[in-house]
């Protein structure tokens, strides 16, 4: 008799450590969704990094196996101590443990977990489709409620938002406090909220390699559609770190091929171009187009037209630069006086902005991750911060040189530049000191890892 041939299911293979990885990236995108405990916000991402650290404690205890956390790492782990050392001199203990077990729980933790559940370059390069896919989520809902506004006058808010107290609420649509509360001028929030335009340079900018690796028309159609998201974003910030990632990309990719004078010519008709534009917002800041910018409906309702958009992005505008100029010049300097106090450990993690609106007549925050770090935990956490940087984009190109020729990725190079965009929203606004700029290093280290171990080189363990 001739056997039948048994039917079996084909084995799908899924690696729950690398998923859970996953997941934390996909949900970075929706911070809208936060929930409150006590006066603590906490977002999904912030919700399921917390609650994952006993299970994640027992695996490492049951595998014997602890991450190999690098020189980043331990510099994180330095400036995590420099913290609770400033909640002991603080004005405010209570804030300062707060602020320093926000920086260990929300966001070390996703560098941690990165390094340790993510084993081979395919699921890093796995978990950049996931900032993607994210990505996508929130440019068609910030489209959409653009879109809903400008056209047809309706605000309209992520689904079940009034559930939640994410930070996407009346003021992107010109209500409550803020320098956006202005009314009739609405801006996208998407899924994120505050920080929707420096979140999307992230996938932007993976989606830039996606289009260098796997060449179809699908990356380049979600590029596109990235790139007019961050434009219409009307974020400054956003714009200084996309420049800051495409110059960064354009000058190590084009040197990798030892092209030195084809690269300085391009450089040159590129500043060309850059210096027209800068000449020309110069030009127009007297100009009566942006009058135009403003509808005077009554005597005390004025409504703004989408020609604020660009109005708000020309840096000669006397109001816009006025604003940057209080927000940055003056806590700039308080910190650079105050970041030696209590022997150079600050005022305390979160005291430093509530210090000055005390004491000088300053009333805006800092709006700068940088001018904090120097304020809130001295110079002795500044130069914490600035060596992580100095490092995590030492590890980058390290990663990227290193490789042989003849066969290049350029992942290393893309997330190094995306780690740097990172770096300049944190020294103009408040967006470096987030998860995903953890999980980016946490990549930009495994990757270095990764290599280390393909090419059979020793790596130095801390």
């Given at each position: 008799m001739e056997k039948v041939a048994s039917f079996k299911l084909p084995i799908v293979r899924i690696n729950p450590g690398a998923s859970f990885i996953y997941l934390i990236i996909f949900l970075s995108g929706f911070g809208v969704y936060a929930v409150e405990l006590g006066n603590v916000g906490l977002t999904p991402i912030n919700?399921?990094?917390?609650?994952?650290?006993?299970?994640?404690?027992l695996i490492a205890c049951v595998r014997q196996q602890v991450p190999q956390i690098s020189i980043i790492g331990a510099l994180y782990f330095i400036f995590f101590l420099i913290c609770m050392f400033g909640a002991v001199v603080a004005d405010s203990p209570i804030d300062a443990l707060r602020g320093a077990g926000g920086y260990?729980?929300?966001?070390?933790?996703?560098?941690?977990?990165?390094?340790?559940?993510?084993?081979?370059?395919?699921?890093?390069?796995?978990?950049?489709?996931?900032?993607?896919?994210?990505?996508?989520?929130?440019?068609?809902?910030?489209?959409?409620?653009?879109?809903?506004?400008?056209?047809?006058?309706e605000m309209i808010f992520p689904p079940l938002k009034e559930l939640f107290r994410g930070q996407s609420g009346m003021k992107a649509?010109?209500?409550?406090t803020g320098a956006f509360s202005i009314p009739g001028f609405a801006y996208m929030t998407g899924f994120i909220g505050d920080g929707f335009g420096p979140w999307?340079?992230?996938?932007?900018?993976?989606?830039?390699?996606?289009?260098?690796?796997?060449?179809?028309?699908?990356?380049?159609?979600?590029?596109?559609?990235?790139?007019?998201t961050i434009v219409l974003s009307v974020s400054r910030s956003s714009y200084l770190g996309l420049g800051a990632f495409l110059s960064f990309i354009y000058i190590f990719y084009r040197s990798k091929d030892r092209r030195?004078?084809?690269?300085?010519?391009?450089?040159?008709?590129?500043?060309?171009?850059?210096?027209?534009?800068?000449?020309?917002?110069?030009?127009?800041?007297?100009?009566?187009?942006?009058?135009?910018?403003?509808?005077k409906l009554s005597e005390t309702t004025t409504i703004k037209t989408p020609i604020h958009l660009i109005k708000r992005v020309n840096p000669f505008i006397e109001s816009m630069r006025s604003?940057?100029?209080e927000f940055f010049s003056s806590h700039m300097k308080l910190a650079m006086i105050h970041g030696f106090d209590n022997l150079g450990f600050g005022r305390g993690s979160e005291n430093f902005d509530d210090f000055v609106y005390k004491r000088y007549p300053v009333k805006y925050g800092s709006h700068s991750n940088f001018i904090i770090f120097l304020g809130d935990t001295g110079?002795?956490?500044?130069?914490?911060?600035?060596?992580?940087?100095?490092?995590?984009?030492?590890?980058?190109?390290?990663?990227?040189?290193?490789?042989?020729?003849?066969?290049?990725?350029?992942?290393?190079?893309?997330?190094?530049?995306?780690?740097?965009?990172?770096?300049?929203?944190?020294?103009?606004?408040?967006?470096?000191?987030?998860?995903?700029?953890?999980?980016?290093?946490?990549?930009?280290?495994?990757?270095?890892?990764?290599?280390y171990q393909e090419y059979d080189l020793v790596q130095i363990k801390i």
């Open positions: 919700l399921l990094v917390i609650l994952a650290l006993p299970i994640v404690i260990f729980l929300e966001n070390m933790l996703c560098f941690f977990y990165v390094i340790f559940f993510l084993k081979t370059r395919q699921h890093v390069e796995k978990a950049i489709k996931f900032f993607i896919l994210g990505g996508i989520f929130n440019c068609v809902m910030g489209l959409t409620q653009l879109i809903g506004y400008y056209f047809f006058n649509f010109g209500y409550g999307l340079i992230i996938p932007f900018s993976l989606s830039i390699y996606g289009i260098y690796k796997y060449k179809t028309l699908k990356f380049m159609f979600i590029t596109s559609l990235f790139f007019v030195f004078f084809p690269l300085v010519f391009n450089f040159y008709k590129t500043s060309f171009i850059v210096l027209f534009i800068i000449i020309g917002l110069y030009v127009s800041n007297t100009s009566s187009f942006f009058d135009r910018s403003e509808i604003i940057q100029i110079i002795w956490g500044f130069l914490t911060q600035i060596l992580i940087v100095i490092f995590t984009i030492g590890y980058g190109l390290r990663t990227y040189f290193r490789q042989p020729k003849d066969t290049i990725d350029h992942l290393p190079l893309f997330l190094t530049g995306i780690y740097l965009a990172l770096v300049m929203t944190g020294i103009v606004r408040t967006f470096y000191l987030t998860p995903s700029t953890f999980i980016i290093t946490g990549l930009i280290i495994k990757l270095n890892s990764i290599q």
